[in-house]
């Protein structure tokens, strides 16, 4: 008998992103009545292929044949029409909406009068339930739905458009052993009525139990198709990591001491505002491991959160050996001997923007790696590349920015950042989620061997098997409560399944489960009687990898690294090309703007040449024009430095120039108070307060935001104009000097005004200043705890929360520290050649223009010396544009578009990166 005809057929699919290769030349044939598994390990590549497969990407190279013929999928509304269908691991439903209307969303159907049809849905539903034996109520509505039942929801939409080929995504990852039976006789059902099944999961034993064949992805090539007959897990296993795996860790016993972690009557609440816990109680003892296993969305998440501190809990009490951390920060917390591992690595674990070396250190804030709030960046380095080498962090160096790792690659980092720190008490969920099977043994492996070495353990997983194996107690959640406890002695896979589904394991529930699991396996035609689903495919895969391996240990001091300082040459040559590659785009930005410039100038009848000659050579010319580049240099170097602080930390903050403002003035009044004094001293009050009336005017928004969560960008800009018009009202009224003839205050008393070097040049103590401001600010981002810090606020997620960083006060700083140097600057041309008294029309805008300068240094403040140097030839160089009769507006404009540009850099930064990020890192929390 002939081979049927593939219903669908890849030949030769290659797909890059950037200079990565996810998929190389793959050839797959998937057959109508047959489940294909595919399986690989985390970023093999597994997520980009079906996502070609259902038209969400598309190949570079290679053909798709649906039926014989070829077909491009261009989009998933094409997938539909040829009959592809994809569930996902994370459900895509609406919970307020019914059955009948989550499957047929977008694609309603309608009465002639143009009216929704709601009973042909609910009928049409119905018999689609019916055909497939999935029983579901089409009214009800999704929100008051067990998880089982929402992917029965989700299969009868894939199944909605006459389904030809159904891709299944880690499709068990929220079920329990009960449902994932349930799930498995229906694929199977589908299968016996012509559908090609494409099944994705980590599970082994599931994939040999389900599938008829297995095809092995390994760095984005298929290594080997085989039918599934006569696979051991092992075999599947030594295919994806190309070596042989140990499976399964055996348990041993524990010896568990005294008390490590107290949880009494602990309540919580979600970020909806429903309550998770309900009033739980929980104890765990040094050198023990108690696992949680429960259907996530049961709680767990909030019971880590609430022990590791990231959310407030109104009713309970927490204890950390002995010391009541219910109202504790995390710092606090950690400094007990907290060590967490979160379940969302993106949000809370790491920080994507910074390095390894930086995510690394982020919690480890104290010596070897900092002294006198001085980061050692030598050290740094050193336990990076340690942690990477013990930890098998692949493709990795200390300065690798880790959003860049695959998902187990940074789940790597992770880890090896807490199980390194000798925690008293290791909380962990979801420690495997993402991480190739070959990483697994390891990490199993350190689990134990932190309990051994004296730790408590809380454990978290919605994998079964690797929960049961790693545990001396488990306990089960279901809707916030524990509803059963088990030891080693009496737990089972049935009784733990039972349980998650909310029913507690009595002799008379387990005989029917056994009854269930014996018509499921015997449905699916395993060689099992009284087992569950799960023990099933273990023992159909006849797995005998249960030893125990040496566990690792933690002292890094044990590994040697080889020096990898870069020699003297080589250093500066990769200096250079660092800052090359750094400088590119906001060069590409400035010429982009110069060109389109050049328009603008032919438009008005100029000649274009000429007016660019003019803008930048015209100011360096004659002493004149460089004083005027000096004096409008110092502030836009010193704000942009400002600027940048507030930036990093991932406040827009626009209110520099009422900080600035605010700073000249009462800067020049606290001068002209201390008249009497020696002109010194003087000169040191005015810079002493303006620094603090800038830092005032900074520190009200960052409250607003810290406390309050009022936009900063809006306080900033309401407080900038606030500033100008108060300083308007005072040197009009009360500090009026009758004498002037404009808006100012009195003047400075006579020798309170720096004694320039060169005069003719402009050159003074306020360049100094302003340069060592500028470099301090530097210094300070890129060398220091607290800039640290502010780069980790700056992720703009709960990883500074995580690490112990206070983000309320840190926001209260950066805005207090963003506004000082801010008011400083205005101190400055208070005292300069330009000033001696406060003028309202000192400042063209210092202030705005300073995060132009800012956004071109791309918030390196190295770089903003440089941007600010060009910034002020541009408008020492308007004069000589002028008397070329080019109006001084064309400056303006061409400030503007590299505005424009150079923002458009960020935007194309940030689309790249989400496309040059493998398409399994989008659901990678399942894709193995």
Same mark, same amino acid.
């Given at each position: 008998?002939?081979?049927?005809?593939?219903?669908?057929?890849?030949?030769?699919?290659?797909?890059?992103?950037?200079?990565?290769?996810?998929?190389?030349?793959?050839?797959?044939?998937?057959?109508?009545?047959?489940?294909?598994?595919?399986?690989?390990?985390?970023?093999?590549?597994?997520?980009?292929?079906?996502?070609?497969?259902?038209?969400?990407?598309?190949?570079?190279?290679?053909?798709?044949?649906?039926?014989?013929?070829?077909?491009?999928?261009?989009?998933?509304?094409?997938?539909?029409?040829?009959?592809?269908?994809?569930?996902?691991?994370?459900?895509?439903?609406?919970?307020?909406?019914?059955?009948?209307?989550?499957?047929?969303?977008?694609?309603?159907?309608?009465?002639?009068?143009?009216?929704?049809?709601?009973?042909?849905?609910?009928?049409?539903?119905?018999?689609?339930?019916?055909?497939?034996?999935?029983?579901?109520?089409?009214?009800?509505?999704?929100?008051?739905?067990?998880?089982?039942?929402?992917?029965?929801?989700?299969?009868?939409?894939?199944?909605?458009?006459?389904?030809?080929?159904?891709?299944?995504?880690?499709?068990?990852?929220?079920?329990?052993?009960?449902?994932?039976?349930?799930?498995?006789?229906?694929?199977?059902?589908?299968?016996?009525?012509?559908?090609?099944?494409?099944?994705?999961?980590?599970?082994?034993?599931?994939?040999?139990?389900?599938?008829?064949?297995?095809?092995?992805?390994?760095?984005?090539?298929?290594?080997?198709?085989?039918?599934?007959?006569?696979?051991?897990?092992?075999?599947?296993?030594?295919?994806?990591?190309?070596?042989?795996?140990?499976?399964?860790?055996?348990?041993?016993?524990?010896?568990?001491?005294?008390?490590?972690?107290?949880?009494?009557?602990?309540?919580?609440?979600?970020?909806?505002?429903?309550?998770?816990?309900?009033?739980?109680?929980?104890?765990?003892?040094?050198?023990?491991?108690?696992?949680?296993?429960?259907?996530?969305?049961?709680?767990?998440?909030?019971?880590?959160?609430?022990?590791?501190?990231?959310?407030?809990?109104?009713?309970?009490?927490?204890?950390?050996?002995?010391?009541?951390?219910?109202?504790?920060?995390?710092?606090?917390?950690?400094?007990?001997?907290?060590a967490y591992v979160p379940e969302d690595r993106h949000e809370e674990g790491a920080g994507p923007g910074l390095s390894i070396a930086e995510n690394i250190a982020a919690t480890k804030l104290r010596a070897p790696l900092v002294r006198f709030g001085w980061l050692s960046l030598a050290k740094m380095r050193e336990l990076s590349q340690k942690l990477i080498a013990m930890f098998d962090v692949r493709g990795a160096t200390p300065t690798t920015k880790i959003g860049e790792l695959s998902g187990g690659n940074m789940q790597k980092v992770i880890i090896a950042r807490e199980f390194t720190s000798d925690p008293e008490l290791l909380v962990i969920s979801q420690p495997t989620r993402g991480v190739d099977v070959g990483a697994m043994e390891f990490v199993h492996n350190s689990i134990v061997a932190a309990r051994d070495r004296g730790a408590g353990v809380l454990l978290v997983s919605a994998d079964l098997g690797e929960v049961m194996s790693l545990s001396d107690r488990l306990l089960v959640m279901f809707r916030g409560e524990f509803i059963a406890e088990f030891t080693q002695d009496n737990m089972s896979e049935t009784a733990v399944g039972l349980a998650m589904a909310g029913t507690r394991p009595t002799p008379e529930a387990l005989a029917e489960a056994v009854a269930e699991h014996a018509r499921v396996a015997d449905e699916l035609g395993l060689d099992t009687?009284?087992?569950?689903?799960?023990?099933?495919?273990?023992?159909?895969?006849?797995?005998?990898?249960?030893?125990?391996?040496?566990?690792?240990?933690?002292?890094?001091?044990?590994?040697?690294?080889?020096?990898?300082?870069?020699?003297?040459?080589?250093?500066?040559?990769?200096?250079?090309?660092?800052?090359?590659?750094?400088?590119?785009?906001?060069?590409?930005?400035?010429?982009?703007?110069?060109?389109?410039?050049?328009?603008?100038?032919?438009?008005?009848?100029?000649?274009?040449?000429?007016?660019?000659?003019?803008?930048?050579?015209?100011?360096?010319?004659?002493?004149?024009?460089?004083?005027?580049?000096?004096?409008?240099?110092?502030?836009?170097?010193?704000?942009?430095?400002?600027?940048?602080?507030?930036?990093?930390?991932?406040?827009?903050?626009?209110?520099?120039?009422?900080?600035?403002?605010?700073?000249?003035?009462?800067?020049?009044?606290?001068?002209?108070?201390?008249?009497?004094?020696?002109?010194?001293?003087?000169?040191?009050?005015?810079?002493?307060?303006?620094?603090?009336?800038?830092?005032?005017?900074?520190?009200?928004?960052?409250?607003?935001?810290?406390?309050?969560?009022?936009?900063? @960008?809006?306080?900033?800009? !309401?407080?900038?104009? +606030? #500033?100008?018009?108060?300083?308007?009202? =005072? &040197?009009? $009224? /009360?500090?009026?000097?009758?004498?002037?003839?404009?808006?100012?205050?009195?003047?400075?008393?006579?020798?309170?005004?720096?004694?320039?070097?060169?005069?003719?040049?402009?050159?003074?103590?306020?360049?100094?200043?302003?340069?060592?401001?500028?470099?301090?600010?530097?210094?300070?981002?890129?060398?220091?705890?607290?800039?640290?810090?502010?780069?980790?606020?700056?992720?703009?997620?709960?990883?500074?929360?995580?690490?112990?960083?206070?983000?309320?006060?840190?926001? @209260?700083?950066?805005?207090? !520290?963003?506004?000082? +140097? #801010?008011?400083?600057?205005?101190?400055? =041309? &208070?005292? $300069? /050649?330009?000033?001696?008294?406060?003028?309202?029309?000192?400042?063209?805008?210092?202030?705005?223009?300073?995060?132009?300068?800012?956004?071109?240094?791309?918030?390196?403040?190295?770089?903003?010396?440089?941007?600010?140097?060009?910034?002020?030839?541009?408008?020492?160089?308007?004069?000589?544009?002028?008397?070329?009769?080019?109006?001084?507006?064309?400056?303006?404009?061409?400030?503007?578009?590299?505005?424009?540009?150079?923002?458009?850099?960020?935007?194309?930064?940030?689309?790249?990166?989400?496309?040059?990020?493998?398409?399994? #890192?989008?659901?990678?929390?399942?894709?193995?």
């Open positions: 008998m002939s081979e049927p005809t593939p219903i669908l057929e890849l030949r030769g699919i290659t797909k890059t992103f950037g200079d990565k290769v996810a998929n190389e030349d793959i050839s797959l044939s998937f057959l109508p009545g047959r489940v294909h598994a595919i399986v690989g390990e985390n970023g093999a590549g597994k997520t980009t292929l079906v996502n070609m497969i259902s038209g969400n990407l598309q190949p570079d190279l290679g053909t798709i044949f649906f039926d014989g013929a070829e077909a491009t999928v261009e989009n998933p509304n094409r997938a539909d029409e040829l009959g592809i269908g994809m569930v996902h691991q994370h459900f895509k439903l609406v919970p307020s909406l019914t059955v009948a209307a989550n499957i047929f969303l977008g694609k309603e159907l309608t009465t002639g009068m143009g009216r929704l049809d709601q009973k042909g849905m609910q009928s049409k539903v119905r018999e689609l339930a019916e055909r497939f034996g999935l029983a579901i109520d089409p009214d009800d509505r999704v929100e008051d739905l067990s998880v089982g039942e929402r992917q029965r929801v989700e299969i009868l939409k894939a199944l909605s458009h006459d389904t030809r080929l159904l891709i299944l995504d880690e499709p068990t990852a929220v079920l329990t052993p009960a449902e994932a039976g349930e799930l498995f006789i229906v694929v199977r059902q589908l299968a016996e009525r012509g559908c090609a099944i494409v099944f994705i999961s980590h599970k082994l034993g599931e994939v040999l139990a389900i599938a008829d064949d297995i095809s092995v992805i390994r760095d984005g090539r298929v290594v080997g198709t085989q039918p599934a007959a006569g696979l051991t897990q092992t075999d599947i296993a030594t295919m994806m990591v190309g070596r042989d795996v140990l499976l399964r860790i055996k348990h041993t016993p524990a010896d568990p001491r005294d008390e490590v972690l107290s949880v009494e009557d602990l309540s919580a609440v979600d970020a909806r505002g429903i309550i998770a816990l309900k009033g739980v109680s929980l104890s765990i003892r040094r050198g023990e491991v108690v696992g949680i296993a429960g259907v996530e969305g049961n709680g767990q998440s909030e019971l880590t959160s609430a022990i590791a501190g990231m959310i407030d809990v109104p009713r309970g009490t927490i204890r950390i050996s002995g010391t009541d951390v219910t109202r504790a920060t995390v710092a606090k917390r950690r400094e007990i001997g907290l009687s009284a087992v569950s689903l799960v023990e099933a495919s273990a023992e159909s895969a006849t797995v005998t990898e249960s030893v125990r391996v040496a566990a690792p240990e933690f002292d890094t001091s044990a590994i040697s690294i080889r020096d990898s300082r870069e020699p003297r040459g080589q250093f500066f040559a990769s200096f250079a090309s660092r800052a090359f590659e750094s400088a590119k785009q906001p060069v590409i930005a400035v010429l982009v703007a110069l060109v389109i410039g050049v328009f603008v100038i032919l438009a008005i009848g100029k000649n274009p040449f000429e007016a660019y000659v003019a803008l930048f050579t015209s100011g360096w010319r004659e002493s004149f024009g460089i004083s005027n580049i000096v004096a409008t240099f110092i502030p836009l170097a010193v704000i942009s430095a400002a600027t940048i602080v507030s930036f990093r930390a991932g406040f827009f903050n626009i209110g520099a120039e009422g900080q600035l403002y605010f700073g000249a003035f009462f800067g020049a009044i606290a001068g002209v108070a201390s008249n009497g004094l020696p002109p010194f001293t003087v000169m040191l009050i005015v810079m002493v307060v303006g620094s603090l009336a800038g830092a005032a005017w900074g520190l009200l928004p960052g409250w607003l935001f810290a406390y309050w969560r009022v936009n900063i @960008i809006v306080t900033t800009l !309401l407080l900038s104009e +606030v #500033a100008k018009l108060v300083t308007r009202y =005072l &040197v009009t $009224g /009360p500090f009026k000097d009758p004498t002037a003839g404009y808006e100012a205050s009195e003047k400075l008393p006579e020798g309170v005004q720096f004694t320039m070097f060169s005069p003719e040049y402009g050159i003074g103590p306020d360049l100094i200043l302003a340069l060592l401001a500028a470099v301090g600010i530097a210094l300070l981002l890129g060398r220091t705890r607290w800039g640290l810090k502010v780069k980790q606020l700056g992720e703009m997620s709960r990883f500074a929360q995580y690490t112990g960083v206070s983000v309320k006060a840190m926001s @209260i700083q950066v805005m207090m !520290l963003s506004g000082a +140097v #801010a008011g400083f600057t205005g101190a400055l =041309l &208070v005292l $300069g /050649p330009n000033g001696d008294r406060f003028i309202q029309a000192f400042s063209p805008g210092y202030g705005f223009l300073a995060i132009t300068v800012a956004l071109l240094a791309r918030l390196n403040p190295w770089a903003s010396l440089v941007a600010a140097l060009f910034y002020a030839t541009m408008m020492a160089g308007s004069t000589g544009l002028q008397e070329i009769d080019v109006p001084f507006p064309v400056v303006n404009v061409l400030q503007g578009i590299i505005i424009i540009a150079i923002t458009a850099t960020f935007v194309w930064n940030r689309k790249k990166k989400r496309v040059a990020v493998p398409a399994s #890192a989008v659901t990678e929390r399942g894709a193995a």
